[in-house]
């Protein structure tokens, strides 16, 4: 497999990040990456959703046109890729779809806590919070707070 630099796209909404994304991705399975291996990172469920959609949607449309083919094949600076090129990457994304690091910052650091809880200081199983869990046990912490400094005012300043 030839090198291919990590990569950080930062851009604003409907700027092309899925579209390079997706190339991104698929020039990584084209020089032989294993698909467990690529880490595709973004802020939210849905757009990780529209990245793995868009993959398999280049993917099998390039696998069964071969003037899709083509296009993708530039796309992702493999010229040389063909149907069957994409067939390959597209079997070996399905195979591997269990094992794939396709979704949120949150969910990847999520499961890396979870592997290495201990080193974390973490005890015990752990899980992430919603938005209404977070607002409910910050109002709980901060009522235990001024509970506990009644007496002292300048505590509850």
């Given at each position: 497999?030839?090198?291919?630099?990590?990569?950080?796209?930062?851009?604003?909404?409907g700027?092309g990040?899925?579209?390079?994304?997706?190339?991104?991705f698929?020039?990584?399975?084209?020089?032989?990456?294993?698909p467990e291996?690529?880490?595709?990172?973004?802020?939210?469920?849905?757009?990780?959703?529209?990245?793995?959609?868009g993959?398999?949607h280049?993917?099998?449309?390039?696998s069964?046109?071969?003037?899709?083919?083509t296009e993708?094949?530039?796309?992702?600076?493999?010229?040389?890729?063909?149907?069957?090129?994409?067939?390959?990457?597209l079997?070996?994304l399905?195979?591997?779809m269990g094992?794939?690091?396709?979704?949120?910052?949150?969910?990847?650091?999520?499961?890396?806590?979870?592997?290495?809880?201990?080193?974390?200081?973490?005890?015990?199983?752990?899980?992430?919070?919603?938005?209404?869990q977070?607002?409910?046990?910050?109002?709980s912490?901060?009522e235990?707070?001024?509970?506990?400094?009644?007496?002292n005012?300048?505590?509850?300043?």
């Amino acid at each position: 497999m030839s090198r291919i630099p990590n990569m950080m796209i930062r851009a604003s909404a409907g700027t092309g990040k899925t579209f390079q994304l997706t190339n991104r991705f698929i020039r990584l399975l084209l020089c032989g990456a294993a698909p467990e291996r690529i880490i595709a990172l973004t802020f939210t469920r849905k757009a990780a959703g529209e990245f793995f959609e868009g993959i398999l949607h280049k993917l099998a449309e390039a696998s069964d046109d071969p003037s899709k083919a083509t296009e993708l094949a530039k796309g992702t600076g493999h010229p040389e890729a063909g149907p069957a090129e994409f067939r390959t990457a597209l079997r070996r994304l399905v195979d591997s779809m269990g094992h794939l690091s396709l979704g949120t910052i949150d969910s990847f650091f999520h499961r890396v806590l979870g592997m290495f809880s201990p080193e974390y200081g973490l005890g015990g199983e752990f899980e992430m919070m919603s938005e209404f869990q977070r607002k409910h046990v910050r109002l709980s912490v901060l009522e235990t707070l001024f509970t506990r400094s009644r007496g002292n005012r300048g505590g509850q300043e």
